[in-house]
């Protein structure tokens, strides 16, 4: 079992178009942020966390042709405007990509993306829309989900369980609920929403990250969605043994972990 970080930037990206690199150093690699987005790999089986802007972009980096299953969190451009990428992964097997989402959000993507899960005009439909529930089966891992508060809507966050391993994939949030501590609780890895240093109206800041982490007692906790005000060097030196930034391509084996 393990996660692959496609993207780990905000809905700007790092650097912001105009070559803004804020506080980034642009010298190192690993500040050079897409769209947030991960895959969830286990026995040959990927599945895709939001289809961000960047995705044909991450997929080719990673070498990744195939996907098993396709989850969105919410319905935000950042992770949603890369959905028709999944087009030519369709074209790869002939078969519609399974597609699950909470009520609210599915609603919303099958209305603005009908052709996706519909077809018309002679083009057949890329996905399959299945609404998700609490607690779910996908390419044989178990899902559980809970909604988080994501300003004035919410998002989507995921637990995936395999055996004794666990990858808790929590971002756009703006505040921790008890429910999101009792899910997350004891997992092996935390990939947690942290936009910045300062507190945000919709997202989580550093603090807030850190706060999740150890009130779920997580045994390794990575940042992801952060803006360009966050260089990857400066948060490596100042945080905790057990958390650090993420950075696209960044590949978490859990077995490793455990062993």
């Known amino acids: 079992m393990r996660a692959i970080l496609l993207g780990t930037g905000t809905s700007g990206g790092v650097p912001r178009i105009g070559n803004d690199w804020g506080e980034c150093d642009p010298s190192n690699p690993r500040n050079r942020r897409t769209r947030v987005s991960i895959i969830v790999e286990q026995g ?22 195939t996907l098993d299953a396709v989850i969105w969190t919410h319905d935000h451009a950042d992770h949603t405007h890369g959905i028709d990428d999944l087009r030519a992964l369709y074209h790869r097997t002939r078969k519609p990509i399974p597609g699950f989402a909470k009520d609210y ?24 829309a299945t609404p998700l529930g609490d607690t779910q089966r996908v390419c044989g891992l178990t899902v559980r989900t809970v909604d988080q508060p994501h ?27 008890d429910d999101m501590v009792a899910l997350y609780r004891g997992c092996d890895l935390l990939i947690t929403d942290c936009l910045r240093l300062e507190k945000h109206p919709t997202h989580a800041s550093l603090d807030m990250a850190l706060d999740l982490a150890r009130r779920t007692s997580a045994r390794h906790t990575i940042l992801t969605h952060m803006d360009k005000s966050l260089d990857y060097a400066a948060l490596c030196a100042e945080l905790p043994d057990d958390v650090e930034p993420g950075y696209d391509g960044l590949v978490i084996d859990l077995d490793r972990m455990a062993a």
């Open 105 to 128: 959000t599915l609603q919303s993507l099958v209305s603005r993306f009908d052709y996706v899960f519909a077809g018309g005009d002679g083009y057949p439909a890329t996905v399959s």
């Open 44 to 65: 040959g089986q990927r599945i895709l966390v939001d289809t961000s802007p960047d995705l044909r972009h991450q997929l080719l980096a990673q070498d990744i042709g």
């Open 151 to 177: 300003g004035p809507v919410l998002s989507t966050g995921l637990r995936f369980d395999h055996h004794e391993l666990s990858i808790v994939y929590a971002t756009d949030f703006s505040h921790i609920t």
